[in-house]
């Protein structure tokens, strides 16, 4: 049984940034599609970033381009999610997740895997 253990998060100020990490537990990894979601506080939860079982293609939201960046090591188990010029709205908790299929996804109902979320709160 594959399981998901995110880190990483934090209190950071505006401008800062932030590296996330994922790490596949019970399984192989290399396999995985994997995702990162987040949910602000009284919102849905939506999806950020997405990085193919090879990691060659990427798929960011708009709200993601430019600032973050997702990449991943088969060899460790880790996807990492390099969040920059981090926004007052970026506040949220952050998942992790995963699929089995060749192609990255936007929507939570394609992943079978989620992690239980790192805290990332930014402040003025």
């Known amino acids: 049984q594959v399981s998901l253990v995110e880190s990483g998060g934090g209190l950071v100020q505006a401008g800062d940034s932030l590296r996330l990490s994922c790490v596949v537990l019970?399984?192989?990894?290399?396999?995985?599609?994997m995702g990162w979601f987040r949910q602000a506080p009284g919102q849905e939860r939506e999806f950020v970033s997405g990085?193919?079982?090879?990691?060659?293609?990427?798929d960011y939201a708009d709200a993601a381009k430019g600032r973050f960046t997702i990449s991943r090591d088969n060899g460790k188990k880790t996807v990492y999610l390099q969040t920059n010029s981090l926004l007052l709205g970026d506040t949220a908790i952050y998942y992790c997740?995963?699929?089995?299929?060749?192609?990255?996804?936007?929507?939570?109902?394609?992943?079978?895997?989620w992690g239980q979320g790192t805290q990332v709160t930014v402040t003025s």
């Open positions: 997740a995963a699929r089995r299929s060749l192609y990255t996804s936007r929507l939570e109902s394609q992943y079978s895997y």
């Open positions: 990085i193919s079982s090879s990691g060659r293609s990427t």
């Open positions: 019970g399984g192989p990894c290399s396999d995985l599609v």
